[in-house]
């Protein structure tokens, strides 16, 4: 593998890039740099990949169709399907009594993570050329760190260009008692021996709703407990509601404007009493209350990085930082908080490094919350769009009104489209059904296309797909 050239133990190693942290905007940046024949230092103090691969999307989504798999199992009966013993009898019975069997779900899981791993570890990094150092990097002077390495040896490199993608870790708030009992954030669901009796989820904004989905799907019972007036904050109230439905009918219990005010003990149960002093009770607790910046211990003030008050490196929309040459993406760099987020960060930074004009400003980021049914999300909400004095279309029509939802029978949900009156154009849209993630897509599409409603409307989709759904829910307009 070429590697940059390394320098005896106290000197400086210079290279043409320096990326702290191999998250995906990092990584990308550092393989592709390297490929051009750059000298390319980055430092990885944890796992191989960074967050999305290693304990947020990859595992999450991993489970999340294993325990789709098992409600389909469960509801075989309805759809058709019939199970025999071997001496022909009828045992479809035993359908519905499908469950998980943990290992093996961790195992998969694994295997998948691990493929991932073993790809950038052993194809991708080492292909591309990029000099991977295994430890903690912190800032000691102008575009140069000094890294801990793992093996206990200490190297000091220095970045013609430098790019911090350190990433988010989970909020700890200060809720008074919180330090004083066990509570597990995502990453502990992802490798957890037995399932718990009942789960307490604290905070309902994306990671809270899917884990309360999943861990729903998996037959625990789950109590959602969220101070907000709706699930999911930033979300429309009519579209929060159907995905707070879609949660009760997996027997998750919402409990909206209920702001945690303490969390203690009693016996083997955990207590959340609210501000409105509900109490609520449950065997374990998870954290989802947001997720912070990892910038602590970084030494930015050494490098001239200036943070935000909400503790983000500030960054413009070339996602320079405060230091010259000193650039920051992803999550710590307060971009919204996904890996295509972060991988589009790479893209921006790609052309401004090869002399071509590139900015993060009025950039169509969609999400998806991964919920059963799932929401798929692009553009403006009804509200939103509305604060921003558009004159606003709305056109909503039931997931049951799509066909293809019909062939499945998985018709709960509704797609909302929302539109400019004056131009014509696509604000935003939110689905929710099968394939929501991806049927947002193609409204991103035409959002980039500047393609009016009736163009969409008009479009011919394929039959029968849950996509065809935006040629339905438009032709609610006229
Ligand atoms: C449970 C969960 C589910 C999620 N699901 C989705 C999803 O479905 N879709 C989606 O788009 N997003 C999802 N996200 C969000 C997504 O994971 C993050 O937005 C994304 O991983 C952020 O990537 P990043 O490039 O900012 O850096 P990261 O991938 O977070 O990488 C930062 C890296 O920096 C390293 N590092 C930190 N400090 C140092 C240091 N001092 N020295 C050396 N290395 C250091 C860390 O070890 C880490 O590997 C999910 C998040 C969670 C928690």
């Given at each position: 593998m070429p590697t940059a050239p390394t320098a005896p133990q106290d000197a400086v190693q210079d290279v043409d890039l320096l990326v702290v942290g191999g998250g995906k905007a990092g990584k990308s940046l550092a393989m592709l740099r390297a490929k051009k024949g750059e000298r390319v230092v980055m430092v990885e103090r944890?796992?191989?990949?960074?967050?999305c691969v290693n304990v947020a999307c990859i595992p999450t989504k991993t489970l999340i169709s294993a325990a789709r798999v098992l409600r389909e199992v469960q509801g075989a009966a309805s759809s058709g399907v019939r199970l025999a013993e071997p001496?022909?009898?009828?045992?479809?019975?035993?359908l519905a009594r499908a469950r998980t069997d943990l290992d093996a779900l961790r195992e998969r899981k694994e295997a998948v993570v691990g493929g991932m791993v073993a790809a950038h570890e052993n194809v991708l990094f080492p292909g591309s050329g990029l000099e991977l150092l295994r430890g903690t990097a912190r800032f000691t002077g102008e575009r140069t760190v000094e890294v801990a390495l793992d093996d206990g040896r200490t190297r000091r490199v220095r970045g013609a260009t430098v790019l911090i993608n350190t990433g988010t870790t989970p909020a700890v708030p200060a809720v008074p008692g919180l330090e004083s009992v066990p509570c597990w954030t995502s990453e502990d669901l992802l490798t957890l021996p037995e399932l718990p009796e009942h789960l307490l989820v604290l905070g309902g904004g994306v990671i809270g709703v899917e884990m309360a989905s999943l861990m729903g799907m998996l037959g625990v019972s789950v109590t959602l407990i969220h101070s907000g007036e709706h699930v999911l904050d930033r979300e429309d109230a009519d579209v929060a509601a159907e995905v707070a439905r879609g949660l009760e009918a997996l027997g998750v219990t919402v409990l909206t404007g209920a702001r945690a005010q303490g969390v203690s003990r009693d016996g083997e149960r955990t207590v959340v009493v609210t501000e409105d002093g509900r109490r609520v009770s449950g065997s374990h607790l998870l954290l989802a209350l947001g997720r912070a910046p990892?910038?602590?211990?970084?030494?930015?003030e050494a490098a001239g990085v200036e943070l935000t008050?909400?503790?983000?490196v500030r960054v413009n929309e070339r996602l320079e930082t405060t230091a010259p040459g000193v650039y920051a993406a992803g999550d710590v760099a307060g971009s919204p908080q996904f890996t295509h987020a972060s991988w589009n960060d790479f893209r921006v930074l790609r052309d401004l490094l090869d002399g071509r004009e590139a900015t993060t400003a009025g950039r169509l980021v969609p999400w998806a919350v991964f919920t059963t049914p799932e929401l798929g999300h692009v553009g403006m909400t009804e509200a939103e769009a509305r604060r921003a004095g558009h004159e606003v279309l709305v056109a909503t029509t039931p997931t049951a009104a799509v066909p293809r939802a019909r062939t499945t029978g998985r018709t709960e949900g509704f797609y909302k489209v929302v539109v400019d009156?004056?131009?014509?154009?696509?604000?935003g849209a939110a689905v929710i059904g099968d394939g929501a993630s991806e049927v947002v897509t193609s409204v991103q599409m035409a959002m980039l296309g500047h393609l009016t409603w009736r163009q969409l409307r008009d479009a011919v989709i394929t039959?029968?797909?849950?996509?065809?759904g935006l040629n339905i829910v438009l032709d609610t307009l006229g």
């Open positions: 944890d796992k191989i990949g960074g967050t001496d022909g009898s009828d045992a479809t019975g035993l990892v910038t602590q211990g970084l030494g930015l008050d909400q503790g983000f009156a004056r131009t014509e154009e696509v604000l039959h029968p797909t849950m996509a065809e």
